[in-house]
């Protein structure tokens, strides 16, 4: 079987278990049947054994990628190229069918997380884990989900099937408290001839002490050994995992209420059920632009790489669409901001937001967006949103995607950092430009009010409800 037949089939057998799993998690929302406590417990090594798969071959990949580098020499330039170019084709195509599995997994962890919101504030200080690790680790942690989902009476999460849990290995959710009371790692031993051991460390916070045994003490004293590598990675882990455990503490909670862009969403999926494409307006300055793909063809399809697609037919009159987002009031000066950042919606978890399938929009419609079968482009003009702030009052500076934007209070200026993620927010999770305005001048109300003195930094765990 060439390369390309293994990625394909791979491909095909893990979209088959994404299938079973996303319908599994759309009954369970939409309340057709009450799942039973055996597809609870099968449907996480289920996905992990689906995305550990794909990242074994993707890793496979990478390994002969770097074997023909070392041989290059003695290879012939035009079939390096080519081969080169393939392998990395067959890995773009693994690592997004991964991506896909973990946005299942996100929206299976969120039915658990979604009322613990504070602690995802230290696990997305850390860059998101790729893939389940490959070989012994990998495959003894979903031995361990399979073996023990449900401990000390505690629903076992794995994080290895999610993008937003990014310390430690797994967590545990209390039914009767409905929280998050632990976390821990897993670490696996040498194999023997039985098998090989894992270790399980667990760190629970002093409220959750309740529901966690306490640790029995050893009958002898143990020898320390001389620190290894290893041991001082564990040490930072369980550091990490310490510190996600102490929940932030808010100095006020400031609520915005406000309707998000969901139903020109929807309105995007019903016109794609009658046409290949769909073009809507998002309020002033934001376009959605929908493409659906070809009926039948399988996820590795959709995937893989493959001719050139003519879309000249399909993307006719969207230069007119693009002119009627620009802020024609600002052309012509020196300081015009009227620019487009093109991307299409993003379903890894980003800070705020939830998953796909608990968005408001049709659960059908989520699983075409997540499979490839349609593609929803967002293009966005902040020209508008510029304007706006500068007519409240605001400074705003906009230097390619960097955006500045502060005002003087009471003689002291106020000044909104990370402004990139407000932008994400109004481009790719379709919060409204008027709810980010409402939001700064919230803030402003506060400091006001405090009378907080200069080089303070405040920082806003901003949350999107639904």
Known sequence: MTPLDTVRNLIDQAADEYEECWTFLCSWKEGRNRPASTQILDFQPKLANAIFKLGHLHESLAKERTSLIRRKKNLSPTWFRRRMSALAGYQNALAEAIKIGRVIGDSFAWIFYQGERDRFRKHFLHEPIFKIPSGLGGRGEIAFVKRFGVFNGHLLIYHGITSFLRIGDVSFWNPISNTITAIGELKAGKPTESGFPMRLHLIW?????????????????????????KDEQLRKQLNRMATSLSLPQFRQVIKVHHQMHFNELSTIADKLDESASAVVRVGDGLILMGLRHSKGESLSSQLLPKRPIALNKRLAGIEAHALSIIDMSQVDHPDDTNRFFI??????????????????????????????????????????????????????????????????????????????????????????????????QRVLDGVKAEKLSENTRIDLDTQLFY
């Open 205 to 229: 916070p002093e409220t959750s002490k309740s529901f966690w045994p306490k640790p029995k003490q050893p009958a002898a004293p143990v020898l320390k050994s001389q620190p290894t590598s």
């Open 343 to 440: 991307g299409a919606l993003d379903f890894v978890a980003f800070p705020g937001t939830a998953p796909i399938l608990w968005w408001p929009i049709s659960s059908e419609f989520a699983r075409k967006m997540i499979f490839h079968e349609v593609t929803v482009t967002a293009i966005y003009n902040p020209a508008h949103l510029v304007r706006k702030l500068k007519a409240a009052g605001y400074d705003v500076k906009l230097q390619r995607k960097t955006m500045i934007v502060s005002k003087v209070i009471d003689g002291v200026c106020v000044v909104f950092g990370n402004m990139h993620h407000f932008l994400t927010y109004v481009q790719r999770h379709l919060l409204r430009e008027e709810a980010v305005i409402n939001i700064f």
